[in-house]
């Protein structure tokens, strides 16, 4: 699966050709956001505060996905479907090497995502690698799209920060 960005409020997530999502923000920098698949309803992200440490995925106006972050940098993600509650965790490791991880409550990796910057265009290219179980998930596409926008907004937290510093 690719993850392209489209122009500075969107990115594609293709595979093999085919559109299956789209990220989508309405403002450049927007804690907000939009997940539109390819067939059925359009996802909704909404920070529930002012410190945007809490967020929900509303499908239909009804929470399906809740995540927290937590002040050390990690996440915890919460799917919630049909009354059956599963938690995800997403790691930024490495110190050089960016990688940005979805992982299990046992620690395996499901998802990898790993960034490139490209001066050509001045944006960042997505590499994913995505486990066969997560393939196989229901929610495994939102969860990858959550992957991304978790690493997409820590990036810009960073590059804010330095400029701060």
């Known amino acids: 699966m690719e993850a392209i960005p489209l122009d500075s409020k969107n990115i594609a997530f293709m595979q093999g050709g085919e559109r299956l999502a789209t990220l989508s923000y309405p403002k450049r920098m927007s804690a907000r956001a939009f997940i539109q698949p390819a067939h059925g309803e359009v996802l909704e992200i ?19 996905i809740t995540f927290k972050k937590k002040w050390h940098g990690q996440t915890n993600i ?24 979805l992982a299990d409550n046992d620690g395996r990796e499901m998802a990898v995502l ?16 995505i486990s066969d179980s997560l393939k ?30």
């Open 46 to 64: 909404k920070p529930l505060d002012i410190w945007k440490s809490s967020f929900e995925v509303l499908e239909n106006g009804k929470a399906i």
């Open 78 to 101: 919460e799917v919630i479907r049909q009354g059956h509650r599963q938690s995800f965790v997403f790691k930024n490791k490495g110190f050089f090497d960016y990688r940005y991880v």
């Open 136 to 165: 196989r998930r229901e929610d495994g596409l939102i969860l990858v799209i959550l992957l991304t926008y978790l690493s997409r907004y820590i990036m810009h937290q960073q590059h804010h920060g330095a400029a701060i510093a």
């Open 114 to 129: 790993r960034t490139k910057f490209v001066w050509k265009g001045f944006k960042y290219n997505y590499n994913l690698q």
